[in-house]
């Protein structure tokens, strides 16, 4: 309690330093107003006091760069002798615009504190975010809406006066009113709120009130259109109910199928192309994702561009014979680029093989009784007398292996990868179902005998689970590895570790850092039901905004009768998307899906702000 004590009498304080100067600052904006100009003010503090004072004078000096703090910061680097603005804070009445947030980084401050927000050019939060843009080589903290109302009624009442007096009206007024157009007249604020929302329509009708933000963060609808597209046309219906939104995009995956283009839209990186081994040992066109330089490179790979079951015709011999090869040909390529951990999304697959044909890519050692290698897929292992991992381990040269799965189900048994995920990849097809069951457990006693080959391989290998990792006896319980057919347990036999999909990606994305400030968060997938609440993205992105007391909608194409589960786990609303009946078909193409995304954001938003009124 005293740490938290002391905390709260720490913010205090720094509130009430930050209203003393942003007072100093508004002085300033009266000075500009005085002189006919658009009244900004700032003031440069240094060491607890202040160092340098300025006010916007475009109009009267004739220079596009006389903005009130872009001429502070100028003045406060003379008065320290040096370009270099360290330690220094930025107080202004109004958000920076690009210009003078471009300064603040080269002057490389410390913080920056405004008053009135910009929807139409703050480049501190608003529009853009060029305080925190890590392309960038300095970063500097923001405090924004400190006096917000004193430093917004300044400029609403300097632009009534213009208008009232018939005088000239700046192209400031244009630029900061909402939606850009000149109404004639600005509308009161109410200081209880951050917007004011008026009959005919829900919208934020003052320019300086604080956004309305929204931080976006869907699941790819599959079949229909990937996280990147659902966010943008859910974007455009936010905007149509609010025009001053200001809209975060998180593409998101929770370690299936989207998994690599979600990590390459907000991590960057570069996407390796190759051709590689398929299923069924036919060569074919697979991708993964390369991120990050020297000693901190990471690959990313979805099992299913190597693997996946859209190269099988899911019968019963295809099933048998296909193998997770060039998976581990992916693998021995990202490594060889300089990979030193490796993100296995393995949703999708083809593969009933345990990831034998991984291992054999990557030179381990999978032998008959003779001592000869057996064949690929399910159909090899059943002739697999003794595993040398050693080949493999030698290829890896210590890379850490990650498998992003919120699959618990084992190697073997009831729950275990062939009888769970077996015949949706064509194993037992049109099979009779006496035969087939016989056909299965023999199956399962050769998936057995592999995964006790594994133990001994890497008892022999002297592989030590690292600590802080449950321990096991056996790959073939270890919960998940039974995912992609098996795949699971191989890196588990090679060190590598099972990590929550939704979990390991909302971290890597950021998740939390772009959750900080939003008023709602949108989630959502193609189709919600129970299942959502157990591990799913949407339902791992909401647990952590609920944490924050941020509200959570989520859109989706279609969802079961009961989703009590899903509101237990953090989903205030569920919103289907479809605008009218329409079949199937039809809501999947790609027209009326963005049409029915756009409707539902424009709901969303509306739903959000009718609640705010």
């Known amino acids: 309690m005293g740490g938290e004590n002391a905390e709260e009498s720490m913010g205090a304080e720094l509130r009430e330093q930050d209203e003393r100067f942003m007072r100093d600052a508004l002085e300033e904006a009266q000075a500009a107003a005085a002189e006919g100009e658009v009244p900004i003010g700032a003031v440069v503090v240094h060491e607890g006091r202040v160092i340098a004072r300025a006010h916007n004078r475009r109009e009267l000096d004739e220079d596009p760069s006389a903005h009130a703090e872009f001429r502070a910061m100028v003045a406060a680097a003379r008065e320290l002798g040096r370009w270099r603005l360290t330690g220094c804070t930025v107080y202004v009445t109004l958000e920076p615009c690009l210009m003078c947030a471009g300064l603040m980084v080269n002057a490389r401050i410390d913080r920056c504190v405004f008053g009135a927000f910009d929807p139409k050019g703050g480049a501190v939060g608003s529009l853009f975010n060029v305080s925190d843009d890590r392309r960038l080589n300095h970063s500097f903290s923001v405090t924004s809406g400190v006096l917000e109302g004193p430093c917004a009624e300044q400029l609403r009442s300097f632009f009534a006066e213009r208008r009232a007096g018939g005088g000239i009206v700046h192209e400031d007024a244009v630029a900061l009113e909402p939606g850009g157009a000149v109404s004639g007249k600005l509308q009161d604020i109410d200081d209880n709120r951050p917007c004011d929302m008026r009959s005919g329509g829900i919208q934020a009708v003052d320019a300086f009130c604080r956004p309305f933000r929204v931080l976006l963060a869907i699941d790819s609808f599959k079949g229909s259109a990937s996280s990147f597209e659902v966010e943008s046309w859910v974007a455009e219906g936010i905007c149509h109910a609010s025009p001053n939104a200001q809209i975060t995009k998180l593409p998101l995956a929770d370690g299936g199928e989207g998994t690599v283009d979600a990590l390459h ?307 205030d609303l569920v919103l289907p998307i479809c605008r009218r009946p329409m079949p199937l078909g039809q809501a999947l193409e790609q027209a009326d899906a963005r049409a029915n995304l756009i409707a539902a954001g424009e709901a969303a938003a509306r739903a959000y702000l009718l609640g705010a009124r």
């Open 265 to 571: 839209r907000v991590l960057g990186g570069k996407i390796v192309r190759r051709r590689v081994a398929g299923p069924l040992d036919d060569p074919v066109e697979a991708s993964y994702l390369l991120v990050g330089d020297d000693e901190d490179v990471f690959a990313a790979i979805e099992m299913a561009e190597a693997a996946g079951i859209t190269y099988s015709p899911c019968t019963h011999e295809a099933a048998l014979r296909a193998s997770t090869r060039g998976v581990g040909e992916l693998v021995l390529d990202a490594v060889a680029r300089g990979a030193r951990k490796v993100y296995f999304a393995i949703g999708g697959s083809a593969t009933n093989d345990g990831g034998a044909g991984l291992l054999q890519a990557l030179g381990a050692r999978l032998l008959d009784a003779a001592g000869n290698e057996i064949a690929l897929g399910l159909e090899g292992l059943r002739e697999l007398a003794h595993i040398d991992l050693s080949g493999a381990l030698s290829a890896l040269g210590g890379c850490e292996l990650t498998v992003l799965s919120d699959v618990d189900n084992p190697l073997v048994g009831k729950r275990g990868a062939l009888r769970t995920y077996g015949p949706q990849k064509g194993l037992l097809a049109d099979v009779e179902r006496d035969e087939a069951e016989m056909l299965v457990a023999e199956y399962d006693r050769w998936m057995v005998a592999y995964g006790r080959a594994l133990d001994a391989a890497r008892t022999r290998a002297g592989i030590v689970q690292a600590a802080g990792r449950p321990l096991f006896r056996s790959v073939l319980g270890v919960p998940g590895a039974g995912a992609a057919g098996g795949l699971g347990a191989a890196l588990i036999a090679l060190g590598g570790r099972m990590a929550s999909g939704t979990s390991t990606m909302l971290d890597i994305l950021n998740f939390d850092d772009a959750l900080q400030g939003a008023d709602l968060l949108i989630t959502g997938e193609g189709f919600m039901d129970e299942q959502t609440a157990y591990g799913k993205a949407p339902a791992g992105a909401a647990a952590r905004a609920k944490r924050r007391g941020v509200p959570v909608i989520a859109l989706v194409g279609g969802r079961t009768d009961n989703l009590d589960s899903v509101y237990a786990a953090g989903i």
